[in-house]
């Protein structure tokens, strides 16, 4: 069973500028979730989704961050204007029932 | 909210040893309690859970135990591995807010021949 899925894995950027992460859970994962790890820390979550609609967003830094999970599947989640402190790896998650699954993470640099 | 911390931050141990990381909640109403472990550049993976109707569950060379009443839970490693070297995290769901894990501070494991 293929796990989820994201991309870019790495994207350097310089601050003020843009950026847009892709997800695609697993197969069949009615919820998926964002979540952000700094670098020495536990992820954090940014926002779950059951399906294509926000179940949690009361961490993501809304001036900054959006996310959106069109047709309940692939997920994309934007930072526009990125800072410094957003330099962190940004996780994507999903799952069926009980048990979240982890993808690989998209590392973001922001300079 | 919940809370979850995490001991030790750095753990050294010699293959074939065993390794403990204990943690401990804040949220009496956490009932389910994933160990995850992240190897350099890799997204974390899920190694064994555990949930509030049960106290032990083992899966080979891994254990996690939940004491409830303490509100702490532990995971043990027994016959290390090089393979093992990671950072390992616990963490928490509250049950009023499925999929919103609080995860610990990790635990750095390097396992030595």
């Known amino acids: 069973e293929a796990g989820v899925a994201q991309s870019p894995r790495y994207k350097i950027i310089e601050k003020r500028q843009s950026v847009a992460f892709w997800c695609n859970p697993i197969s069949g994962h009615a919820t998926l979730y964002w979540y952000q790890q700094i670098l020495g820390q536990g992820p954090k979550l940014l926002i779950q989704?059951?399906?294509?609609?926000?179940?949690?967003d009361s961490q993501l830094p809304k001036d900054r961050f959006s996310a959106e999970r069109l047709k309940g599947v692939d997920s994309t989640l934007k930072i526009q204007p990125a800072k410094l402190e957003d330099s962190a790896v940004y996780l994507c998650?999903?799952?069926?029932?009980?048990?979240?699954?982890f993808g690989e993470g998209s590392w973001l640099t922001v300079v | 909210g919940e809370n979850v911390e995490q001991h030790p931050s750095t753990l050294s141990v010699q293959e074939g040893d065993s390794a403990v990381i204990k943690c401990t909640y804040s949220d009496s109403a956490s009932n389910y309690f994933p160990w995850y472990k992240q190897e350099l550049g890799k997204g974390p993976q899920l190694i064994i859970d555990i949930r509030s109707n049960v106290g032990e569950k083992k899966d080979q060379r891994i254990a996690v135990t939940l004491n409830k009443t303490a509100k702490h839970f532990s995971l043990h490693i027994t016959e290390t591995q090089p393979e093992d070297s990671a950072v390992y995290f616990c963490a928490a769901n509250p049950t009023d807010s499925w999929g919103k894990l609080q995860f610990g501070a990790g635990t750095q494991v390097v396992v030595t021949p």
């Open positions: 989704f059951q399906n294509n609609g926000v179940v949690d």
């Open positions: 998650a999903s799952s069926l029932v009980n048990t979240i699954y």
